[in-house]
């Protein structure tokens, strides 16, 4: 969201060195009055849309920051109900080491049975982005899938293969 304003203010200033596209495609660097207004329309329309996707984004802004790292945010970030939870795992020093070995979500998922107010909150933040991350490969191997060469109805068998993590031992199904 800060970006969205960077990059207005930029525009405002005709300085387009954050689009290099754009500044390379400017003769002479001149950012007419026009172009600028469309481009600050754009920008204002790309942020509009994003608050309607992600419409309480200002309001969690400060719970991301927890579940990004526990440890160098104060109690006052976090919600009420999980004040009490949050400070027993903001100065447990095990956890801290675990913070700074393991990545995100095992770190929550392994605290979850010792710390499970917190951690469930942050365990359904980062949900979300796993959720949309698979809802998008499957759209793009649905893309890749279903050519006018490959048109089947059904892709269900097709997708799960595509998508599955598991790599097939060609050599034992050969044997």
Known sequence: ???????????????????????????????????????????????????????????????????RNPFQCEVTDVLDEVQQEFLELKFNSPSKRDFKELDHETFWIKYL?????????????????????????VFSTLVAVKTKYRNRLNVERNLRCALSGIQPSIQDFCS
Not at 114 to 137: D, K, N, Q, W
Request: glycine content about 2%; proline content about 3%; hydrophobic content about 40%.
């Open 113 to 137: 049975p010792v710390y499970p107010l917190i951690s469930h909150r942050a365990l359904r933040i980062l949900a979300m982005f796993g959720c949309t991350y698979l809802s998008e490969a």
């Open 1 to 67: 969201m800060t970006k969205f304003d960077l990059w207005k203010c930029r525009i405002q200033q005709r300085n387009t060195a954050t689009f290099s596209y754009l500044d390379s495609a400017l003769i002479h660097g001149n950012l007419d009055s026009e172009l600028k207004k469309h481009i600050i329309t754009h920008l204002t329309d790309l942020e509009t849309e994003f608050i309607k996707y992600f419409p309480d984004v200002d309001k969690k802004r400060e719970v991301w920051k927890v579940v």
